[in-house]
């Protein structure tokens, strides 16, 4: 049965980053925009053009999290391609990682940003701030 991928707001991923134990992993795959648009504070870096690469070192990341956002500018076409490599690899080894939820966060960073949600400029990977924000 393949992985169901779902959209999510961001005033969902807002409400769920808040919780008392966050248990949510943010995956941005934008490439070098990241660098200089800024991002998602305490979000992981996995660029798209070699996300197929680093999946097994994803999956060390997000070690006890149950749910992952992938997102890029849009997520119209990155985000929701690394998404889905992620659910076909998962469902291809059979390994139990603890995933329960993958998803896409609509609208991307530029949807994000632009609704005034906060964003980091920090140039650290990885993103160290505050994953409350």
């Not at 660029?47 to 990341?61: H, I, R, V, W, Y």
């Amino acid at each position: 049965m393949a992985r169901t991928i779902s959209y999510i707001t961001g005033s969902q991923l807002l409400s769920l980053r808040r919780l008392p134990t966050p248990s949510i992993a943010i995956v941005d795959v934008r490439d070098d925009e990241r660098s200089y648009d800024g991002h998602i504070s305490g979000s992981l870096h996995y660029a798209s053009d070699n996300f197929s690469e680093n999946m097994s070192k994803l999956l060390q990341e997000v070690k006890g999290k149950d749910t992952l956002v992938f997102h890029c500018a849009l997520s119209q076409v990155r985000g929701p391609t690394c998404a889905r490599k992620l659910a076909n690899y998962l469902e291809e080894s059979k390994e139990d990682v603890g995933i329960k939820n993958i998803m896409i966060l609509e609208r991307g960073f530029n949807g994000w940003e632009a609704s005034g949600r906060p964003v980091c400029r920090c140039t650290n990977v990885p993103c160290k701030e505050s994953e409350s924000a």
